[in-house]
């Protein structure tokens, strides 16, 4: 359900986190929420200063890859709001990956040595890094689950021309080089993230989030040598903590499954995380800032119009 309806509003779309409304052809508002998802599900309870979280690494990073390709985004006048560029986007995910951890360790764990058409080689073990990063790309799902596709269907079935996948791949390893080098100032390793992309005339945008703690995956990197030589668990900056939690109490999303309970602790602490990725990535202290919603549509408002000028 739409909480915002703004002048010249065209579109609305609720996604698992984000909602976003176009107004007119021109500009989109991305409003984060503090919705969590896993496994492609909307967990039952909000996350404190999660959208803010998102919304403010996402324009740090934006910023800091600006140089590499054009993005979407213009302003963010409030805590959790985002005004860019409206953009047709590829319904694909660009998930690019730097060791084999989560959707990709299971997937080996299981015997296959190929993901998304990208080769894995024997002899891994879990959270080691590849020789190079792989692209394991995904259909982007309107509701439901993303699906694993290779780069052959993509263009196969229309997805983007041959042309534009370079184009797309090109964009996807820079952006990650970037991302890993932004990381290892800060004493992390970029594991695993996803870009989103979409075109505005001839021209590809990035656009969405990225290097965030739900689009991306961070190891320590002080410690990981020693960890993997130890088999010891990696400390890691992500979502993944909450995917183990749903494991471990009989949720991955599928048919006939109950999302366990969430207690007043456990949101605290996945809350707590997030804001100490804020932290670890940005370099910069974390202020929560509680905003009504009129306070953000008033902010918003400001920046369609300015933008209009």
Not at 55 to 64: G, H, S, T
Not at 124 to 129: R, S
Request: with cysteine; proline share 5%; charged share 30%.
């Amino acid at each position: 359900m739409s909480i915002f309806q703004f002048p010249r509003q065209t579109r609305f779309y609720s996604g698992k986190v984000r909602d976003v409304y176009s107004i007119g052809e021109e500009l989109l508002v991305m409003i984060a929420s503090n919705r969590i998802s896993a496994f492609d599900v909307i967990l039952p309870r909000p996350i404190p200063f999660k959208g803010q979280v998102l919304n403010q690494v996402a324009a740090y990073m934006l910023e800091a890859t600006s140089d590499i390709c054009p993005n979407w985004l213009l302003s963010t006048p409030a805590p959790n709001a985002a005004i860019g560029k409206r953009c047709e986007p590829f319904k694909i995910e660009m998930v690019v990956r730097g060791n084999l951890t989560g959707h990709a360790w299971r997937t080996y764990s299981s015997g296959k040595r190929e993901l998304c058409g990208a080769a894995m080689p024997e002899g891994m073990k879990e959270n080691d890094a590849f020789s190079s990063p792989i692209i394991t790309p995904s259909t982007k799902a309107s509701e439901g689950h993303d699906e694993d596709i290779s780069k052959e269907e993509i263009i196969r079935t229309g997805l983007c021309t041959a042309s534009e996948w370079e184009m797309l791949e090109k964009y996807a390893l820079q952006l990650f080089a970037r991302g890993k080098e932004i990381a290892a100032k800060r004493g992390l390793i970029l594991v695993d993230t996803k870009y989103e992309f979409g075109k505005l005339g001839d021209e590809i945008y990035l656009m969405d989030e990225i290097h965030t703690p739900d689009s991306s995956r961070y190891f320590y990197a002080d410690e990981f040598a020693e960890r993997q030589a130890t088999g010891e668990r990696q400390k890691q900056l992500s979502k993944e903590f909450v995917r183990e939690w749903l494991i471990a109490n009989d949720f991955m999303g599928k048919h006939g499954q109950t999302v366990p309970t969430m207690s007043d602790e456990w949101v605290d602490t996945i809350s707590k995380r997030y804001i100490e990725l804020y932290e670890q990535v940005t370099g910069e202290k974390f202020v929560p800032e509680e905003w009504s919603e009129e306070k953000t549509y008033d902010a918003v408002m400001g920046a369609i119009e300015k933008t209009a000028q």
